[in-house]
């Protein structure tokens, strides 16, 4: 046998939190940061405009579940500024997961019901989170305080 933790079939990876708690990547969208820049450059204008729009296709993919970013590091290379300001780069993949877990109300039946929560995280490579090194800032998530039980009839796809 592969020593490998367990993956439910619809699953794309599943994540072992801190606390134990195991978290199934649903659905992923990686995209490149700067993908439609087109002409400018990466500014704080640039960055902050790429970050809402993102927020705004996780709330539009997910609606069932509540949105997390978490922040990404900036980075300031040593480049003359331009008419919007320094030069400021993020990683160059956005990635919008959503994760789903067993239901944080006890009261709530573990087949019908499940706890769900849309993150946006920004990574160097395109590659789906390792269950066994996935990011430090995936694997501490708050899920009882960020994370919201739904009814699995409530999603229009899977759990």
Do not use: K
Request: hydrophobic share 35%; proline share 16%.
């Amino acid at each position: 046998m592969h020593d490998r933790p367990r993956v439910p079939i619809l699953s794309l990876t599943r994540i072992v939190q801190s606390t134990g708690r195991g978290l199934d990547l649903a659905e992923l969208l990686l995209v490149p940061t700067y993908g439609d820049l087109s002409h400018g450059y990466p500014c704080r204008p640039a960055n902050d405009q790429r970050i809402q729009a993102l927020l705004h296709t996780a709330a539009r993919l997910s609606p069932a579940v509540p949105v997390h970013l978490i922040p990404p590091p900036r980075a300031y290379p040593d480049q003359y500024p331009g008419a919007f300001g320094p030069v400021e780069t993020l990683p160059p993949v956005a990635c919008v997961g959503r994760f789903s877990s067993t239901p944080l109300t006890p009261a709530n039946d573990l087949v019908t019901h499940r706890s769900g929560l849309t993150v946006i995280w920004f990574q160097p490579t395109p590659r789906i989170p390792d269950p066994y090194d996935a990011d430090p800032t995936l694997r501490d998530i708050d899920w009882p305080t960020l994370a919201r039980d739904y009814a699995l009839g409530d999603l229009p796809y899977g759990p």
